[in-house]
């Protein structure tokens, strides 16, 4: 082999090696960032209103199921209880952070976390329409 091609392939091999970190440390922000969305949903909704037939907890459940597939474990926020107005707002909130982090665990073909994020959002959807 030529001195010209085992030059082109060392620097291929190199190329290769130094962009598999890059793409490694990608993956690990995007789900920091799953994490993230999920955490701020989470907390959302712990601080809530209890006054929701139970869909508020139901969405808290999904979301905590869709985080255990991340290897996540999140922790609600104490207790804080607000009025109904306030209350409603977090919830509305909380879906649509819920909703960004659907589309985007839908573009990584992540179907399980997919699946407990639209659990989570229509519990929220039948939360708020029943006030």
Known sequence: MSYRRTKTVVIAVLMVLMAYPVHAALDQASKGSEVSMLQDAYVLLSQANHDYNGHRAQAMKSIHQGALLLKVNLQAKAD????????????????????????????????????????????????????
């Open 80 to 131: 804080v209880h607000e009025d109904q107005g306030s209350s409603d707002a977090q919830l509305e909130k909380a879906q649509k952070i819920l909703k960004q982090a659907r589309t985007f665990a839908a573009s990584k073909n992540q179907k399980k976390l997919v699946k407990h994020l639209d659990a989570a959002i229509g519990h929220l959807s039948t939360a708020l329409a029943t006030k």
